[in-house]
């Protein structure tokens, strides 16, 4: 891999943009062969002092880098704006193509974020879509990028209230598509339970479930709401207002015409963000538990005539490192299922 580098302290927006023109055509005056992605706008914004954590993570999501990415570092007392161009690329083999791909760096002050988009609105890619992600809230950045913002990612799981953090999603909902990584954890877990209940033999007993129960690590009780949501959107059931169970959890019943299916939130101790393991339990006698292992998921099966069977369910789980990534592959597609869920999950929040 290949870069091109253009930096320069106390700049504006102008002089990156015509940095990354004249990158480009440089670049391309050099070797036709190589052209710019043009697919997806990534805009992040950060605190200066996380700025390596957060490059990092963006340097993990594999295929799935945007075309151009803006990192927009906050420092509290900064005046001025200084800033990176990087343009990466392979050289291609003759008569093939290869892609360069843009990230730039500005660090700017506090007082910049009430008129960003006057500063990200020149640098960013013209007439492409673009996702905004704020990890650190900067909830003026958000205000102020609103406008020019197609998609916004965020993480449920990072807020210390799960009931504001899918209170703030529903509310970003009204202005831009939502892609939650809180929901992308549930992702292989909901993959698995919808293609466990399938066959057509199983299918009657989605309307015999009694119980759910999920574990899930102390931290995302955002994921285990999302995914209890996804059960109740799909299955149409009433859910109701969960209750705080000393610190073990949460508990409490969503209603299913006339009778109710009992619900569990329960925390689980392990380092993974995201679910630990979910059981799904059906009259008469029939359960399924999925949980987390090395290499993917356990299931464990019971049926109503008391026999057991375990399997393992290989390469069942994206991993945290791979989460980031299949958010920014998300921004480019839309999920109908989500703002269901989203919804019934703010109805079984304790009140």
Known sequence: MSEDVWSEHDTNPDAIEAALRELLRERHAANDGLAPARVLNLVVVVDRSWKGEIANRLERVGRYHASRTVLCAVEERRESLDAVVVMSYEEPVPGSIGVIREQVEIDMGERH????????????????????????????????????????????????????????AVELLDSAYVVDLAWLRTTPWRERLAASFDPRQRLPDLRRISGLAVRHKQTSTASALLLAGWLSSRLHWQPEALQAVDSSGLRGAAQRNGDQVEIELLSADQSAPGLAGVTISCQPGFSLSLDRGPGGLRAREQTGQGTKREWQVLGASRGEGGILGEGVRQALLRDPTYGPALDAARRLCPQ
């Open 113 to 168: 974020l009430a008129r960003l988009d006057t500063i990200v609105d020149p640098v960013i890619a013209s007439e492409l879509p673009t996702t905004l992600w704020c990890p650190h809230g900067h909830e003026r950045a958000v205000e102020a990028l609103l406008g020019m913002t197609d998609v916004l990612l965020l993480d449920s799981d990072d807020e210390a209230e799960p009931a504001e953090a899918l209170a703030r």
